[in-house]
């Protein structure tokens, strides 16, 4: 082939990447949303590339819903025995026939492997990812994507390119040329040569993806879910955790693999509402570990100071003391109960970015007859946060002054991260507390200390409310 051949193969691949750019541009997907400040889009360069006879041919979406998947037992439901019939209308795989599922797969691994190495990954990232597009996709996880044509714009490339000329062992020079969506002939018989290498890598090749691709997909479900975004560096630790769970320590991450793009360019296109419905699926056929499923309950991004801090109020039932601390605050702490019930009992609705999960505003909650806003809900967990962090940090004080030998609960940290929009709460139990000491000449104990503090608590609140009907 002459240069200038070459030349324009290159300038017919820049043209293809700023046409997909331009799609974003006009469907209004470069304008500021908070769905885009959340999610965003994958670059050009690593749009999924899907044959189009594979997406025309794919079964329908998972017959299940958010709603369900997002109450307290929501995916016990389509467990075991349970969920037989769910099973029975979603089965495991996209298409009926083994072996057209075989050639789909490797066509779709080819198409994606060449456009990513095209945008510049590495052979060991643009493997590991075109293979796991391509696994997801024949499990039927591009099948939502019907329901989200916005991203069928701004993350998808459609080819028409037969699946004959991307089959193992039968590159020929035309269909390699032909399959390289604007590669030189140069580089895309070199393309060929790695590929059939990298398919069968042991370290990230078909072997690695077919076994860690259902549990990748429900770790990135349980990330976005509590954490609200794909990755951020600080993820990077919450991701090991959940691997090494799901594998009982049996885990290493190939040190060739960069895990951004695992975990957020190779899945970002199927979008957000497919992670759960889709570990759904994966968990009712069985293929990922009880450690994923366990994570199933975990409460969703922007609830944390509902759901932890009565989770961490609650853990301290068995101290002595906790009576004290409930006759002061036992009405406020039984609402964030009701709230905390509520949450769990609709995760997805609940979430930040419920818009893109496909999901309304959540039900505004009614506990005693008086309706709450989301916004109301917080700010009641921020004033029982700032209520424990002003105990807790009091306490340590007390600790470091040589007043009481120790205390349980001294290294909790989720108060203190809540208490934020709290912070006169906190300061003014914190107050208390070092008062009590003093107050009470024998409080060498926590119990006494607490009795007094608390104490206290309740004749300043009674004495305000009694102020209010004068």
């Excluded at 951020?232 to 951004?260: H, I, Q, R, V």
């Excluded at 002061?328 to 995760?347: A, C, M, P, Q």
Aim: charged fraction near 20%; hydrophobic fraction near 45%; charge should be neutral.
């Amino acid at each position: 082939m002459t240069d200038t051949a070459t030349r324009s193969a290159d300038i017919v691949a820049d043209i293809a990447d700023k046409i997909r750019d331009l799609a974003q541009d006009t469907n209004g997907s470069s304008v500021y949303s908070n769905n885009k400040a959340l999610f965003g889009f994958v670059a050009a360069q690593e749009f999924m590339v899907i044959p189009r006879n594979t997406y025309n041919l794919t079964r329908n979406p998972v017959d299940g819903d958010l709603e369900t998947l997002g109450k307290h037992d929501g995916f016990s439901r389509i467990l075991g025995p349970a969920g037989n019939a769910f099973r029975m209308a979603n089965p495991y795989l996209a298409f009926n026939d083994i072996a057209q599922n075989r050639a789909m797969y490797s066509h779709m691994t080819w198409l994606n492997y060449v456009a990513l190495r095209e945008g510049n990954h590495t052979r060991q990232d643009s493997i590991a990812m075109a293979l796991l597009r391509s696994r997801w996709s024949m499990i039927g996880c591009m099948a939502d994507l019907a329901n989200d044509p916005g991203r069928l714009v701004n993350e998808i490339v459609f080819t028409d390119v037969p699946a004959n000329v991307a089959t193992m062992g039968a590159l020929t020079v035309a269909a390699i040329n032909a399959a390289s969506l604007g590669a030189s002939f140069q580089t895309a018989l070199q393309y060929a040569n790695e590929f059939k290498e990298d398919y069968t890598n042991e370290q990230y090749g078909i072997k690695w993806a077919t076994r860690y691709a259902d549990t990748i997909w429900c770790a990135v479900e349980y990330v976005v879910r509590v954490r609200g975004h794909h990755w951020k560096s600080e993820y990077e630790t919450l991701y090991d955790k959940f691997m090494d769970a799901c594998f009982e320590g049996n885990f290493t991450w190939p040190a060739s693999l960069k895990k951004e793009h695992i975990f957020r360019t190779a899945i970002h296109p199927f979008g957000l509402r497919a992670l759960p419905l889709y570990a759904a699926k994966m968990m009712s056929h069985g293929t990922v570990g009880t450690a994923a499923i366990l994570r199933t309950s975990a409460a969703p991004n922007g609830m944390a100071v509902i759901t932890s801090v009565y989770a961490s109020i609650s853990s301290m039932r068995s101290e002595p003391w906790f009576k004290a601390f409930l006759s002061s605050y036992g009405d406020t702490f039984d609402l964030l109960r009701e709230f905390n019930n509520i949450v769990l009992s609709d995760k997805y609705s609940f979430h930040l970015a419920r818009g893109i999960y496909g999901l309304g505003v959540p039900t505004i909650p009614t506990v005693k007859g008086k309706a709450y806003t989301v916004e109301e809900m917080r700010e009641i967990g921020a004033t029982m946060a700032g209520t424990a962090e002003g105990f807790v940090s009091a306490m340590r004080d007390l600790v470091k002054q040589n007043a009481i030998a120790s205390f349980s609960f001294s290294n909790v940290k989720v108060f203190e991260k809540h208490a934020g929009n709290a912070p006169i709460q906190a300061v003014r139990i914190r107050n208390l507390v070092l008062g009590a000491i003093q107050l009470a000449s024998e409080a060498k104990t926590v119990d006494m200390i607490v009795e007094s503090t608390f104490g206290k608590v309740k004749a300043i609140k009674k004495d305000a409310e009694a102020e209010e009907v004068n």
